[in-house]
């Protein structure tokens, strides 16, 4: 496999997402490693994919191969990735990686002291509320991780403090926190195209995500369906896939034409369609949700790239960010009555959405990948000067014992 070679005399990082680079989620990854990149910092992002370097959305991948068998894959994965670390170890300063991989890595803490130093980062909770079996033992999987964690690595990032505590990183090993962020300027052509709804013209409401039931996009569809029988005019477009999609369409389709679901389309494309939209709907959870009040609102930030005033429970993900913007309109549950309380807040305000979505967007610059980045760099090279502090002030003490 050919390498992607690192140059000396900086911060050197291999990279492990088992993401296949072109899945939307991937964003994090990539954008994350351009920015890195321009700080100065070599960076090797290893992803599953067709054997060999490539190139995303501008972003040098080295890919290794994975079958699509989910536990095979896995296992096939990490066999290779190893079989290419290893001799290699040498050229990074740290292996940097997500709890999926955890387990495959652990073993490079016996390598000694001159190797990569071990860096595990949380973006996700596990869903709490599980039934199944697999579910269940998923859940129990990654607990058993995160305490191997606390015992073997050399330190841990997290994607908010929530999630952070949440799993139980010990103080001394958290090296800092890195939220998710966004690409102002991949939303420039929403906020040059969209036309502002003129006197008697409908407000375009649009959700692009996953269909999950915890996501409550079903009594949103009710609320607007009630607005619009209250003589308000609100249509919505809903774009993605997910379980509640056949719910979704048969309610839907007692909305005269309002709401309208449509298919997943990719991320390229999502910019110019928010550019059709007046305002972004996130993720719905329920106030207290753990797997969301522990999270990153990452649809959050792109509505506000994008000029975008945005409609949200307020849960604590979405509090943090735009808790002092009167840009959003809050429901304070994902009741089919709160949400229409938004509803009718986002009605009377119609004719400032143009200057709220400004709002918006003069906000999002505290939000963006190259500030993340910028967290993640002082997380790493921080770590770093501690760890060679701690080794010299070890081995200047062992010295002294010996004479």
């Known amino acids: 496999m050919k390498d992607i070679q690192p140059t000396s005399g900086r911060l050197r990082m291999a990279w492990v997402s088992p993401l296949t680079p072109w899945k939307l989620d991937s964003v994090t990854w990539l954008d994350t490693t351009r920015e890195l990149r321009q700080l100065g910092m070599d960076v090797t992002l290893l992803a599953a994919g067709p054997p060999g370097p490539a190139e995303y959305r501008g972003i040098e991948v080295l890919n290794i191969k994975r079958p699509e068998t989910y536990l095979i894959g896995r296992v096939l994965f990490h066999l290779r990735l190893l079989g290419y670390l290893l001799p290699?170890?040498?050229?990074?300063?740290?292996?940097?990686?997500?709890?999926?991989?955890?387990?495959?890595?652990?073993?490079?803490?016996?390598?000694?002291?001159?190797?990569?130093?071990?860096v595990m980062d949380s973006r996700d909770l596990l869903d709490s509320n599980v039934t199944t079996l697999k579910a269940r033992l998923r859940n129990s999987w990654e607990r058993f991780t995160y305490w191997l964690a606390a015992r073997l690595i050399d330190g841990q990032t997290a994607i908010t403090p929530r999630l952070a505590h949440m799993v139980g990183i010990p103080p001394q090993q958290l090296w800092g926190i890195w939220p998710s962020g966004v690409a102002p300027e991949t939303f420039d052509v929403s906020r040059a195209n969209?036309?502002?709804?003129?006197?008697?013209?409908?407000?375009?409401?649009?959700?692009?995500?996953?269909?999950?039931?915890?996501?409550?996009?079903?009594?949103?569809?009710?609320?607007?369906?009630?607005?619009?029988?209250?003589?308000?005019a609100f249509t919505m477009s809903?774009?993605?896939?997910?379980?509640?999609?056949?719910?979704?369409?048969?309610?839907?389709?007692?909305?005269?034409?309002?709401?309208?679901?449509?298919?997943?389309?990719?991320?390229?494309?999502?910019?110019t369609m928010l550019g059709e939209?007046?305002?972004?709907?996130?993720?719905l959870p329920s106030l207290g949700d753990a797997k969301y009040e522990a999270s990153s609102p990452l649809k959050m930030f792109e509505y506000m790239a994008a000029g975008l005033p945005i409609l949200s429970t307020s849960n604590n993900c979405h509090t943090d960010v735009a808790g002092r913007g009167g840009y959003v309109f809050w429901a304070s549950e994902p009741s089919e009555e709160h949400?229409?309380?938004?509803?009718?807040?986002?009605?009377?305000?119609?004719?400032?959405?143009?200057?709220?979505?400004?709002?918006?967007?003069?906000d999002v610059h505290e939000w963006t990948w190259a500030a993340a980045a910028r967290k993640l760099h002082s997380a790493l090279a921080d770590g770093l000067r501690r760890r060679k502090q701690s080794y010299a002030t070890a081995q200047l003490a062992a010295e002294k014992t010996n004479r």
């Open 277 to 283: 939209a007046h305002i972004g709907v996130t993720s």
């Open 339 to 362: 949400l229409l309380g938004a509803l009718r807040q986002a009605w009377a305000a119609r004719d400032r959405l143009a200057e709220l979505g400004r709002e918006a967007y003069d």
């Open 194 to 232: 969209r036309q502002w709804p003129a006197v008697g013209e409908s407000v375009r409401l649009v959700y692009a995500g996953i269909f999950l039931e915890q996501r409550n996009l079903l009594p949103l569809v009710r609320a607007v369906r009630q607005a619009n029988d209250e003589g308000m």
């Open 238 to 271: 809903l774009y993605g896939d997910g379980p509640l999609r056949l719910a979704l369409e048969a309610e839907a389709a007692g909305s005269a034409g309002a709401v309208r679901v449509e298919q997943p389309i990719p991320y390229d494309q999502i910019p």
């Open 88 to 118: 290699r170890l040498s050229h990074y300063d740290f292996i940097f990686f997500h709890p999926i991989s955890a387990l495959w890595l652990f073993p490079l803490r016996l390598m000694g002291r001159d190797r990569p130093l071990l």
